[in-house]
DNA sequence: TTGCAAAACTAATAGCACTAGTTTATAAAC
DNA sequence: GTTTATAAACTAGTGCTATTAGTTTTGCAA
């Protein structure tokens, strides 16, 4: 048989594309296989597994999301920075769906290339509130609420979960003016006993 | 064979029990049948096959969750039912990972008994919001802002995605704190535009 | 006591992940 | 140009899963 020509990236590349389309849990290595036109066992030549496909999908989808957080915040501060970053957060889950719920799965906390992944997406958002003059303490507060947030309405509207569609803009747009009154305030505002 | 005395009710409640240990999407119909001493097909008596499981799950998840929340807030109101409805739905998630992964899957729109179950839940948090005052158009808008932030806070959570875990309850406290500030908002803002 | 419906079963099919072992193509070394 | 080593593909086989079809058994009601 002719080689295939395949390697890594073009068959995480592939499992993104079908993750997007049919779900990410619902990936398998035989479809996978199939659309590259290849033999369910040769994948293994290249991802360990389904588990190791679905790390690498995962890594590469941190690292596309932190790329377009990165480009939307670049030149930006405040709520500028904040409307933006959360505007391209909600655009990458609902246009890549599959990739999106990757990217949730927490690295295996030895798995140093799969955790720096996720660290580079965590950076942007750090990169954020230092444009609010939050350091130290308050960041970490303030990052877990804004993950909790975007992560929260991304998923539910990837799921559909919001039964009237026509006001979701207005909704998201007023989520996020709550979570810049909420930054501002964060450095003044005592911790909670 | 003796019979199990099987019936749907055991069946989901195995599932929910092992949904909690090993996770939603882990569960199958051969360990839930292993488990009740009985054989795979035997489960096909009660409910409609793994997906019929999952649809049962959920609703049980719904209906446990809308209790308990309900339980919380009743004789409540304004933050204090705001904090006692938040931290049972984070309580809920924690204790009961898998059943909580079960309500968050949308319900066919046709699916009359789950959007019911998933109703029950919506009402309790449209309960909180009178408490604020807040009535027709902002009530919608307030709840996805809520749901989004409990949601995300708890599947984050659930998932391990926080790291350092000793200030996790501050931090949330923060969150709910915000929540308080932006619903007492909501009434008097008028809508983006 | 008899008969029936529900609840369990066995058997069989098809799809999946994974492993072992084999062939083949490519590219480097001679 | 030939040889050789390596990587990439393959076939074959195992064990698990969901699902369906058809069969036996049980318990209750007539």
Redesign the interface.
Known sequence: MARAGLNRGRVVAQAAVLADDIGL?RITLASVAKHLGVRLPSLYNHVEGLEGLRRELSMLALRELAGQLGAAAVGKAGKDALRATADAYRAYALRFPGRYAAT???PAPADDDHNEAAAAVLQVVVSVLHGYGLAG?PV??AV??L???????A??EK????G?PH??D??Y???I??LH??LT??ADEP??Q
């Open positions: 849990e949730v799965t927490a303490d970490i507060h877990r609420e993950r909790a947030s975007m992560h929260g309405w998923d539910l799921r559909g979960a919001f009237m006001d979701v207005v909704s747009q007023r989520l003016d709550h009154v909420s305030q964060y911790a909670p």
